[in-house]
C-alpha cells in the first residue's frame, strides 16, 4: 500500500514552487516564466534564488507561453506558470501553435485548478481545462493529487522530453501517500487500494474524496477499488481495462466538467474493449461560483457521498 493518509497537510502550489527551486539548483537549463502571479504560483521561490532565470511577463499570458517556446528552441527546460483557467483562456493559441503542433519541451503549470481559486467565482475556476490540454496532439496532461505527489509529479515532468500540461491546486490538502514507497510514473495509474465489487477512478483532489467513498462504503459491505489516474494523457488503458474485467463497474471521480476530462478519457478506453456500467462524479455542465472551498465542492457534487452515490448507482446497473 502506498497511501497513509495523515493529518499533515500542505498547500500544494507551496510544494510545487519549492520543488521547482531544487530542480533550479540541479540544472541550470531549468527558467521559469510567470504572468505576474508569482506570489499566488509560487514560481517565486525559483525566481527570488535565481533572478536571471525568471521571467515576470507581466498579465501577457499568451507572450509568456510564446516567450517559453523560444526558450525552448534554444535548449532550455522553461516552466511557464499561471492560473490554470488563464493558460487555456488566454494563452490557448502559442500553446496549440507554437508549443503542442511542434512538441516543444515546455511544461505549463496551470495553478488553482478546478475550483481551488474558491473566492474569485466562475472567471477563475478551471473546469475545462482538462478537456483543451488533453485534446491536443503531442501534450502530455498530468493532474496531481497530494503534496507527495506534487513533488514527484514536478520532478518527472522536469526529465520528460515534450510538452506537458502540470494541473495544480491552489488547496491545501492532507498528505495521503506514502514518499517512501509510491511510485510515480508518467502514464502509470496506481491501485491505492484493492477491491473486487467496482473500481473508483480518481485524479488530483478528488483521490482523497475516492479514498473517503471506499472507507463509507467497505462499512456497508463494498468493497471498491481506488486507483489513482495522475496521467489523464497518456492514460493508462492497460490498467483501465484491467479493472473493469475484474470488479464490473467504475466511477470516475475529477474536479472539472463532466465533460472532456477524466471520465470521458476513461469512458473512451472502456466502451470501445471493455464496457461496463459506467458513473461520472464531476461538475454537471455548470459554471461555478463564489465561496468556501468545501462547501462548493459539496455543492457542486464534488464529496465523497456524491461518490458513494454514484457507485451504489453503478453496482445496481451491474446486477
Known amino acids: 500500500m502506498s497511501t497513509i493518509m495523515t493529518n499533515t497537510k500542505r ?99 496551470g495553478t488553482y485548478a478546478g475550483l481551488s481559486d474558491s473566492y474569485d467565482g466562475a472567471s477563475h475556476h478551471a473546469i475545462a481545462d482538462i478537456a483543451f490540454m488533453r485534446a491536443l496532439p503531442n501534450m502530455t496532461v498530468v493532474s496531481v493529487s497530494d503534496p507527495v505527489e506534487a513533488e514527484l509529479a514536478t520532478r518527472a515532468v522536469a526529465a520528460y522530453k515534450g510538452p506537458v500540461y502540470l494541473r ?8 495521503i501517500l506514502d514518499k517512501a514507497s509510491y511510485n ?24 482523497i474524496k475516492a479514498l473517503e467513498a471506499a472507507e463509507i462504503l467497505a462499512k456497508r459491505g ?27 463497474a467504475v466511477v470516475t471521480a475529477e474536479e472539472h466538467n463532466v465533460y472532456g476530462g477524466l471520465g470521458s478519457a476513461v469512458a473512451e478506453v472502456l466502451t470501445r474493449q471493455c464496457p461496463v456500467p459506467m458513473e461520472f462524479v464531476g461538475i454537471e455542465d455548470t459554471f461555478t461560483e463564489s465561496g468556501d472551498y468545501e462547501k462548493l465542492l459539496a455543492k457542486y457534487g464534488l464529496s465523497a457521498a456524491h461518490i458513494v452515490s454514484k457507485a451504489e448507482l453503478a453496482l445496481r446497473r451491474k446486477g
Request: a neutral charge.
Open 11 to 109: 498547500a500544494i502550489r507551496d510544494v510545487y514552487g519549492e520543488t521547482l527551486a531544487q530542480l533550479g539548483r540541479e540544472n541550470p537549463d531549468i527558467v521559469a516564466l510567470d504572468a505576474d502571479v508569482g506570489s499566488s504560483s509560487k514560481s517565486i521561490v525559483f525566481g527570488k534564488e535565481f533572478p536571471k532565470r525568471y521571467y515576470n511577463v507581466g498579465v501577457a499570458e499568451a507572450n509568456m507561453v510564446a516567450m517559453a517556446a523560444g526558450l525552448a528552441t534554444a535548449g532550455k527546460i522553461p516552466f511557464a506558470n499561471t492560473f490554470a483557467a488563464f493558460m487555456v483562456l488566454r494563452a490557448a493559441d502559442p500553446v496549440r501553435s507554437l508549443i503542442a503542433y511542434t512538441g516543444l519541451n515546455v511544461k505549463l503549470a
Open 168 to 175: 495544480l491546486s491552489r488547496a491545501e490538502v492532507p498528505v
Open 184 to 207: 510515480f510514473e508518467i502514464g502509470k495509474g496506481v491501485t491505492l487500494v484493492e477491491g473486487k465489487d467496482l473500481t473508483i477512478v480518481a485524479t488530483g483532489y478528488m483521490l
Open 222 to 248: 463494498i468493497q471498491a477499488r481506488v486507483v489513482n489516474i495522475h496521467t489523464i494523457k497518456p492514460i493508462d488503458a492497460a490498467l483501465l481495462i484491467r479493472c473493469a474485467q475484474e470488479t464490473g
